[in-house]
């Protein structure tokens, strides 16, 4: 059995405004990507992965909510993150926060990110990390999590695999 604990609780802000607590997304299993806004290539291919797992998945999709947090809150406010996602890609909702409180959750999630300078913009900077996409269940219990290496016919099979187990006891 696994001893590492994957995720916990947490106090954001979704791309709306609105404060939210991973109580927020209980009822719906909940598939987790971190990224940033700025992202040139790897959160844009990822988003649209994942997004296209959802399609594949059709009316399944409605049991998973997909949320996209923020490594980089000086720029991702609410505003940036609801104009960076709801064209391209409307089923992800967009949290952000303090600095402190999106460290914890990346810390809780064992995501790595750091800020570094970006030699294409002196003014810039850019945030590599690390891009596993994280299925939460119905409970906001870590159920499993999915390397950005995997094809999006692939991930729609490993997730509908994984709504059809049954609920873990926990009791």
């Known amino acids: 059995m ?10 954001l802000t979704d791309h709306f405004g609105k404060a939210v607590t991973q109580a927020s997304y209980r009822g719906r299993f909940a598939l987790i990507f971190f990224g940033f806004t ?3 290539m790897v959160c844009p291919r990822a988003l649209t992965r994942l997004s296209e797992a959802l399609d594949l998945l059709g009316e399944q999709a409605a049991a998973i909510q997909p949320l ?14 609801r104009a960076f996602l709801e064209d391209r890609w409307p089923r992800f909702t967009g949290l952000t926060g303090s600095k402190p409180d999106l460290e914890a959750m990346r810390t809780a999630f064992k995501v790595f990110a750091t800020r570094v300078a970006d030699p294409g913009d002196p003014e810039g900077y850019d945030m590599p990390h690390s891009s596993l996409a994280y299925l939460m269940d119905p409970q906001f219990q870590y159920r499993a999590h999915y390397p950005d290496t995997l094809d999006a016919a692939r991930l729609a099979d490993a997730l509908r695999a994984e709504l059809a187990k049954p609920a873990e006891s926990t009791g």
Do not use: L, Q, W
């Open 38 to 40: 700025h992202c040139k």
């Open 2 to 11: 696994n001893s590492v604990r994957i995720g916990g609780d947490f106090a």
């Open 68 to 81: 996209y947090v923020t490594i980089d809150p000086e720029r991702d406010t609410p505003d940036v993150m």
